[in-house]
């Protein structure tokens, strides 16, 4: 999932100043499952702005809080919101930072504001009521390897052949000892698996191309390109 | 390396190059530590902090006192790229020894805010350094004319714990092929013993590091920050006593006392390859303590 996090209030409200009229798109995408983007959260932002307007004595502008299936699908953003769109000064996306991207291309010229930061790509933890990083979208998955825990993302070093001297008792140095050392993760996982072949194995240096920005797969026939 | 591969017991040393452009307290250092070992370890911008890049003093202590370098090397502030640069720099002035080390992380240093490297880490760096000199050849194969040799050294930390999964850690970079290991301070025999049982398969000359206390102060920031370092009690409780009695100089006595107690153990009881000593800005207590242990 893409972890999001609204910005602070004030943030959106300088960004929102001015305007006459304002479209608040929600997504039913992970900003949904989180609870930091979806319908709900479209219709509570909302309200906060006309609350602003109104303590500040400001003329309140138009605005209209929705939802759409997903953000990030050209497609589906378009078909959504090009009706929309016209009546509106500006849009106010509730997505992830990929969602905000693809509504900032299919509503051309319209204004869109960014309402999240887009924080990681990673896993929600009902138990602890936290969400950590678990992917960096590397390009090059070696999770078969390291015992389903990914060391480019949760080692402090990105380490391919750790641990390094920094952990001590399973815990990183860094951040203070609270995080686990991801290479004594590793060991475990492996250990408990009877793979500690695999731990010992030596795995030569990253080609980090794969990971160089910006990527793209697919789309070389130009014919298939979808039409907003 | 040849005294080493001779079977006898050696010392290294350590000094670090810290943030001044001035070269004289290194050779200093390297001039009192000279006649009791057979190099001579620059530290490369340890704990994270910014100082004086080691090729430099690794060279200068090379030239100005004739006394061998183990250039240390991390991967922790520069790229492959920059790395065979320095490198081959430092085949063209002489160095014979490399320490690769993956390096402490920045945010543990004195400039948090710096983008961390660690492009490559201390078995890749290894790898690297394999194909540089057996190979004569960079990590895309591309010909190195007049490629450097060096002896390639790698650190170990026998505090681990786990220490499974630092054994085959170390195991890992052996594969690869280094010549030597050095590790990182101990304090006791045991501890010692328990390391040099664990890794003996692994058939690689191993100098047990020594760290004296330059201060109590210092203990107990070791004790406290540095992962994995267990300092006796006793040990603790002497030096306390020792300060309280004698204040510094009481206290490095009681230092001296305490680690040609322990070196000695190592020689007598171990089959360690040597001492590492690493005592950063005292280096006078270093003859001292190889001198009380008596075991030249």
Avoid at chain 1, 40 to 64: D, S, W
Avoid at chain 1, 170 to 187: M, Q, R, Y
Avoid at chain 2, 111 to 116: I, R
Avoid at chain 2, 246 to 259: D, L, Q, R, S, W
């Amino acid at each position: 999932m893409i972890i999001v996090q609204q910005k602070p209030l004030n943030e959106i409200f300088e960004m929102t100043k001015n305007l006459k009229s304002l479209l608040i798109v929600g997504c039913d995408g992970c900003a949904s499952i989180i609870q930091v983007g979806g319908e709900r959260q479209a219709q509570v932002l909302k309200t906060l702005l006309e609350m602003e307007k109104k303590v500040k004595g400001e003329e309140t502008p138009v605005i209209k809080a929705i939802s759409i299936l997903r953000q990030c699908d050209r497609q589906v953003a378009a078909t959504a919101l090009n009706p929309l769109r016209e009546d509106y000064e500006a849009i106010l996306s509730l997505g992830c930072g990929v969602g905000v991207q693809t509504i900032s291309e299919v509503c051309k010229p319209t204004l869109i504001i960014p309402a999240n930061d887009t924080k990681f790509l990673g896993m929600h933890d009902t138990r602890k009521g936290k969400f950590q990083e678990l992917c960096s979208a590397c390009g090059e998955c070696i999770l078969f390897e390291t015992g389903g825990i990914c060391p480019i993302t949760r080692c402090a070093k990105s380490l391919l052949n750790g641990p390094c001297g920094g952990q001590s008792k399973g815990k990183c140095e860094v951040g203070g000892g609270k995080n686990d050392c991801a290479w004594i993760l590793i060991f475990n996982s492996l250990k408990d698996r009877n793979r500690l072949d695999l731990f010992t194995k030596f795995r030569p240096p990253k080609d980090y191309r794969l990971s160089g920005h910006p990527r793209e797969i697919g789309g070389e026939d130009e014919d298939q390109e979808v039409s907003s | 390396m040849k005294q080493i591969n001779a079977g006898k017991f050696v010392f290294t040393g350590e000094l670090e190059p810290v943030k001044t452009m001035n070269l004289e307290e290194v050779i200093e250092g390297a001039k009192i530590l000279k006649d009791h070992v057979v190099a001579i370890n620059i530290t490369d911008n340890p704990t994270a902090f910014g100082y004086m890049n080691a090729l430099v003093p690794s060279y200068m202590i090379q030239k100005e006192v004739g006394v061998e370098a183990v250039y240390q090397v991390t991967t922790r502030d520069r790229n492959r790229l920059a790395l065979l640069s320095d490198l081959l720099a430092a085949g063209a002035l002489g160095i014979k020894n490399v320490l690769a080390l993956t390096g402490d992380h920045t945010t543990v240093g004195d400039t948090p805010q710096a983008k961390p490297v660690f492009d490559l880490d201390s078995a890749t760096l290894v790898y690297m350094l394999r194909k540089m000199i057996d190979e004569g050849l960079d990590l895309n194969n591309n010909e190195i004319k007049n490629p450097p040799k060096f002896n390639i050294g790698i650190a170990a930390a026998p505090n681990a714990d786990p220490l499974e999964a630092e054994i085959l850690k170390i195991e890992r970079k052996v594969k690869l092929g280094v010549d030597f290991i050095q590790t990182q301070c101990v304090y006791s025999v045991e501890q010692v013993k328990n390391f040099l049982e664990a890794t003996s398969y692994l058939k690689t000359p191993i100098l047990i590091g020594i760290a004296p206390f330059k201060s109590i102060s210092m203990m107990k920031w070791m004790v406290q920050y540095v992962p994995g370092i267990k300092v006796p009690s006793e040990i603790q409780e002497t030096l306390f006593k020792a300060k309280k009695k004698g204040g510094k100089e009481a206290v490095y006595e009681a230092n001296i006392e305490i680690f040609s107690e322990l070196l000695r153990g190592i020689r007598k009881t171990t089959n360690a390859t040597g001492i590492h000593m690493m005592a950063i800005g005292f280096e006078w207590i270093v003859p001292k303590i190889i001198e009380r242990a008596g075991i030249i």
